[in-house]
């Protein structure tokens, strides 16, 4: 009795650590880097819908509608929050990490109150996915705003399957229609995986409940109306690096091995966010495939439980995302461009799910349960924690002393032209950043302030 007890204590306590740590670990590296420096597709939008914006040559909405492009990128929310920073703010990318953090820890609770049914099921979910939504090993989620400020469109992904399971139980079908009509405009990207999940679970469920078949094809057909018509009013302007459907079948048929390396690769960072070893990171994500796989195949074959649909959509929309990151980005970068860090933090979301569907798996037994949580709970401590404490340590010194240097670079460029600059960002070769910090060396902003 007493060594029950004090192994229920020791899982309580493990759990509560679990849930604090790592929140600090992110919270640490997030302040402990100086990461005002414009990376990326920071430059762009900077140079493209910034700067026209103060000279006039673009209206708001032109300004916010950039990067639309229906059933992909939206990105009106963060070109909103990249304005306001620009304007009330000094340029200093703060907003970003704010975001990135509160979005990460309602992610987090969220997913607490969807696949939770008691306090301490709650808490232990919560205290897991703070692991995988706040990842504190992937040094350039930190140095590059942007990635943080991405946290919020899992937020939203996470949210939208609370509202459609939410809604289904309820039957506040409106709830799910505004749902899609929000997602579609606002934030695009892993939400319109989630969207997707949500109408194909309602074809898996239509198996067995033919009720659900006219609700899939409903809910499908909104999709598609919304984002179509929703190209007549919203304008992106910015050509992205694609890959047609036609293409990318054409290209899977000719290099079938490469977009099977692809497709392992992107779930080599289900469970972790980076992998011991790149040589073997195939092999990592064929297993992770398989696990996932192999857990909607037993939710489909064992009745495609009313409890479970939380989970299973999670899992569902990690699936659909890494299709659709495979189709448009491995034709033209290459299978080894799927093992960039920045896509582990939207691959987690299987990991919290398949974690999830566990649980409920083993909802009627008190032990099975348990099992489940000492096993997450060792997995954590043995494989998460220490990358975590190397990369706060160890790595993230040299992260600061080399962005000391950028920023040093481009603090010194409108004086010294002595090409450093063009040889850290690529965004800045031949001179093309030179009126924008000219700019923002006027107005006082960013490394300027």
């Not at 490469?258 to 469970?271: E, H, T």
């Not at 064992?302 to 034709?331: D, H, P």
Request: aromatic share 16%; net charge neutral; glycine share 6%.
């Amino acid at each position: 009795m007493n060594d029950t007890g004090f192994m229920n204590r020791a899982r309580i306590y493990l759990i509560l650590a679990i849930g604090v740590l790592f929140p600090l670990f992110y919270v640490y590296n997030t302040f402990s880097i100086d990461s005002r420096l414009i990376s990326g597709d920071q430059w762009v939008w900077l140079l493209n819908v910034v700067l026209p914006f103060e000279r006039g040559e673009l209206g708001y909405w032109e300004a916010i509608t950039y990067e639309y492009s229906p059933f992909s990128h939206s990105h009106i929310l963060s070109l909103i929050l990249f304005l306001a920073d620009f304007e009330y703010f000094g340029f200093q990318l703060d907003t970003d990490k704010y975001v990135g953090i509160a979005a990460a820890l309602g992610s987090s609770m969220i997913v607490g109150l969807m696949l939770g049914k008691s306090t301490s099921q709650r808490l232990f979910i919560v205290a897991v996915a703070t692991v995988f939504f706040m990842p504190s090993v992937i040094l350039n989620h930190f140095s590059w705003t942007l990635l943080q400020l991405y946290n919020y469109t899992i937020f939203f992904a996470v949210m939208s399957i609370y509202l459609f399971v939410h809604g289904f139980n309820r039957r506040y079908y409106e709830i799910v229609f505004l749902n899609i009509l929000l997602v579609s405009i606002f934030v695009g990207g892993i939400a319109i995986a989630a969207l997707l999940a949500e109408i194909l679970l309602l074809l898996c469920v239509s198996f067995r409940d033919r009720t659900a078949l006219p609700k899939a094809a409903f809910f499908g057909v909104v999709l598609i109306l919304v984002n179509y018509l929703l190209t007549f009013v919203i304008e992106g302007r910015r050509a992205h690096t694609s890959t047609s459907l036609g293409d990318f079948v054409l290209y899977v048929a000719a290099n079938p091995v490469d977009a099977f390396l692809g497709l392992c690769n992107l779930f080599s960072r289900v469970f972790v966010s980076v992998p011991v070893s790149l040589d073997f990171s195939w092999l990592l994500g064929l297993a992770s495939l398989a696990f996932i796989a192999a857990l909607l195949l037993h939710f489909v074959w064992t009745g495609a439980r009313r409890e479970q649909w939380a989970s299973v959509l999670l899992m569902m929309t990690c699936v659909i995302w890494a299709f659709a990151t495979l189709k448009t980005r491995v034709a033209v970068l290459g299978p080894e461009y799927m093992l960039a860090p920045r896509y582990a933090i939207f691959m987690h979301i299987g990991a919290v799910g398949a974690i999830g569907y566990l649980y409920t798996i083993f909802s009627a037994s008190d032990l099975g349960r348990k099992v489940v949580e000492y096993i997450v709970i060792a997995f954590v401590l043995v494989v998460h924690l220490p990358m975590a404490w190397v990369m706060a340590f160890e790595y993230l010194p040299y992260t600061q002393r080399y962005l000391a240097v950028r920023e040093e670079a481009l603090r010194n460029h409108l004086e010294t032209r002595d090409g450093e600059l063009d040889n850290l960002i690529r965004h800045c070769r031949d001179g093309q950043c030179d009126g924008a910090l000219q700019y923002l060396r006027d107005t006082k902003k960013n490394v300027y302030q």
